[in-house]
């Protein structure tokens, strides 16, 4: 992929006195970008901010060009009625004609294997496969730019493995990921680069390999040695 699909210009968020992102200056041309960091350094802030959740305090987001996002949380909201119908939903909130919403729907559904519980409640189903049907109502909008905060953060090995597969599905598809995760192994399996994120501020932004080997920063170097003993 040649060029940033992304720029970020000294981008800051203030809350409540409290500065929580802080002249944030970073360019994103790569397919699969993880940021990393301790607990409360801001990155889950920095997706909402780039997702649009969250309007910044100062500083600018550029995009060259306008990508169709989609955006998967740690818990995601499941609507109370079938696993089906949560997929369809999101396909009318973004104007899909009714006579192609259910057909998309089954799709995704199928593509993250789920097919067969589509008419089971979103809201009975386990943690992993309410994280699926999450995946695939993002997935039925054929986002080009899908942003992932901690998808497997509460979910067992298991159900961890099968959300990395559909990532990586999706990915396949020409789709950029960008995500979070406290799970160092998730990092390297799915990273091209880490941005890597301390305090509000971008510390390091470095190809996955090189930073897990050869970190460049000393905050860096002190969270991995915390994080793999």
Not at 109 to 122: M, S
Not at 158 to 167: D, N
Not at 171 to 178: F, K, M, P, S
Request: with cysteine.
């Amino acid at each position: 992929m040649s060029g940033a699909w992304l720029a970020i210009d000294r981008l800051s968020l203030t809350e409540g006195g409290t500065r929580i992102v802080e002249d944030v200056s970073l360019s994103l041309s790569a397919q699969r970008s993880v940021v990393l960091g301790p607990n409360g350094a801001g990155k889950s802030t920095l997706l909402r901010l780039i997702h649009g959740l969250l309007h910044p305090s100062g500083g600018a987001l550029h995009w060259p060009r306008a990508l169709a996002q989609a955006m998967v949380f740690q818990r995601p909201v499941m609507l109370r009625t079938t696993a089906l119908a949560n997929v369809i939903y999101g396909l009318k909130l973004k104007g899909y004609a009714a006579t192609e919403c259910e057909q998309r729907a089954r799709q995704a559904l199928a593509r993250v294997g789920l097919e067969a519980l589509a008419k089971r409640p979103a809201r009975l189903l386990s943690g992993g496969e309410q994280q699926r049907v999450a995946l695939a109502r993002a997935w039925a909008l054929e986002p080009e730019l899908l942003i992932l905060d901690e998808p497997t953060a509460s979910l067992d090995p298991a159900s961890s493995r099968e959300v990395e597969r559909i990532i990586k599905a999706i990915a396949v598809t020409g789709a950029r990921i960008l995500m979070t995760t406290h799970n160092l192994g998730q990092a390297r399996r799915l990273a091209e680069e880490i941005v890597f994120i301390d305090r509000g501020r971008i510390v390091e932004q470095t190809p996955a390999e090189q930073f897990f080997t050869q970190p460049q920063t000393g905050a860096a170097q002190r969270f991995l040695k915390e994080e793999i003993p």
